[in-house]
Nanobody, 114 residues
């Protein structure tokens, strides 16, 4: 019954910004460590942001300084603010637990043109 629905992707120019949303049901975000992932064609899925149950955040070097993960506990919704986007950020973005234990949603496409 867990459902994670991503939205907010789109086509942007390099240097632009997007805010992705992850609407959750059947799981309480505030007591789980959650993450945003992305997968580009021909690439492995990789994590780009993590937020723990205490609100601590982590980012890989590829996202550090540009991406910000957050959650709204009242709405049980998680967000990924992406700034200074680069063409290499082009991918389908997914949300899941930090361990990737829940069913994967359809993701949301982010395309950054050069």
């Amino acid at each position: 019954q867990v459902q994670l629905v991503e939205s907010g992707g789109g086509l942007v120019q390099a240097g632009g910004s997007l805010r992705l949303s992850c609407a959750a049901s059947g799981i309480t975000l505030s007591i789980n460590a959650m993450a945003w992932y992305r997968q580009a064609p021909g690439n492995q899925r990789e994590w780009v942001a993590v937020i723990t149950s205490t609100g601590s955040t982590n980012y890989p070097d590829s996202a550090k300084g540009r991406f910000t993960i957050s959650r709204d506990n009242a709405k049980n919704t998680m967000y990924l603010q992406m700034n200074s986007l680069k063409p290499e950020d082009t991918a389908v973005y997914y949300c899941n637990t930090r361990r990737g234990t829940q069913p994967w949603g359809q993701g949301t496409q982010v395309t950054v043109s050069s």
